[in-house]
């Protein structure tokens, strides 16, 4: 999440990189306010509970559209 979680810049524009992280050198608050954002991002969104829970979703959602279409002969 731009300027959220971190910065994207431009490939090879080495001049854009070098001011971001000026500015996070500068900045303590801004840098330890992107890494608790980057964190509960991945936690919220790549944790192993909420991975499994998508992955039990999905081949639930299989199983159940499968047997429809054997038992319609579809």
Do not use: W
Request: charged share 20%; glycine share 6%; hydrophobic share 40%.
């Amino acid at each position: 999440l731009e300027n959220k979680t971190g910065y994207v810049v431009q490939q090879k524009n080495i001049l854009a990189f070098v001011n971001k992280i000026e500015e996070l050198i500068i900045n303590p608050q801004l840098r330890r306010n992107m890494g608790i954002e980057g964190r509960n991002f991945v936690v919220k969104n790549y944790d192993s509970k909420v991975l499994k829970l998508c992955i039990f979703g999905c081949r639930y959602s299989i199983i159940r559209h499968a047997s429809y279409f054997l038992s319609n002969n579809l």
